[in-house]
């Protein structure tokens, strides 16, 4: 099984700042990588697939980027309601493992 | 337009079996490359696949749950059931459906189904 790792475990960042999230996979998952948002009592919500392709209504702040083992996903300038937890999976190999999260909270 | 929705029970107790049944709308899973699974996640805990069923009747389950789990799909009713036996209060999570392609991620979840095992 492909392990999934996350850092920072937490991310503060004032509103405007830029952030970046970093996912590292244990084995290469080529481009086989999505990124998803989640708000509390809120499902994931589809942010980026392959790695850096934007899903549909996305805003283009949202930025992804690597293959293989090590990807970043880049939110250009903090939105107030960008404050959430990310998670990365990769979906290369069956069980499509999540990572365990970076959580984005208010500087 | 996609969606889905889970239902089923909110509490079990421990050794009983959960049935949840998903619901949806929007496609078809006689449709060439449909998929529709299950992801958990303990509270404040991170996401993991369960279990997922596609077009073809291919079932994928969680390696370290699979001797627990039966997925199944009625296309002439767009539902797609998982039950899981003997329940443990570590299963407590919330149960999402979700749609995914063959080899693509995940792009439509259901709102979830809070599942708490508890005597």
């Known amino acids: 099984e492909i392990v999934m790792t996350q850092s920072p475990v937490t991310l503060s960042v004032s509103p405007g700042e830029r952030a970046t999230l970093s996912c590292r996979a244990s084995?290469?998952?080529?481009?086989?990588l999505a990124w998803y948002q989640q708000k509390p009592g809120q499902p994931p919500r589809l942010l980026i697939s392959?790695?850096?392709t934007r899903a549909t209504g996305i805003p283009a702040r949202f930025s992804g980027s690597g293959s293989g083992t090590e990807f970043t996903l880049t939110i250009s300038s903090l939105q107030s309601e960008d404050f959430a937890v990310y998670y990365c999976?990769?979906?290369?190999?069956?069980?499509?493992?999540f990572g365990p999260g970076t959580k984005v909270d208010i500087k | 337009q996609i969606t889905l929705k889970e239902s089923g029970p909110t509490l079990v107790k421990p050794t009983q079996t959960l049935t949840l049944t998903c619901t949806f709308s929007?496609?078809?899973?006689?449709?060439?490359?449909?998929?529709v699974g299950w992801i958990r996640q303990p509270p404040g805990k991170a996401l993991e696949w369960v279990a997922v069923?596609?077009?073809?009747?291919?079932?994928r389950y969680s390696p370290s749950l699979k001797s627990r789990l039966t997925i199944t799909k009625d296309t002439s009713k767009n539902q797609v059931v998982l039950t899981m036996t003997n329940m443990d209060p570590v299963d407590t999570a919330t149960y999402y459906c979700?749609?995914?392609?063959?080899?693509?991620?995940?792009?439509?979840w259901g709102q979830g189904n809070l599942v708490t095992v508890s005597s």
């Open positions: 979700a749609h995914r392609r063959a080899k693509a991620q995940i792009d439509y």
């Open positions: 929007g496609f078809s899973l006689t449709t060439r490359g449909e998929g």
């Open positions: 069923i596609y077009w073809d009747d291919d079932k």
């Open positions: 084995q290469s998952v080529s481009s086989d």
């Open positions: 392959g790695a850096s």
């Open positions: 999976q990769q979906y290369n190999n069956w069980p499509g493992t």
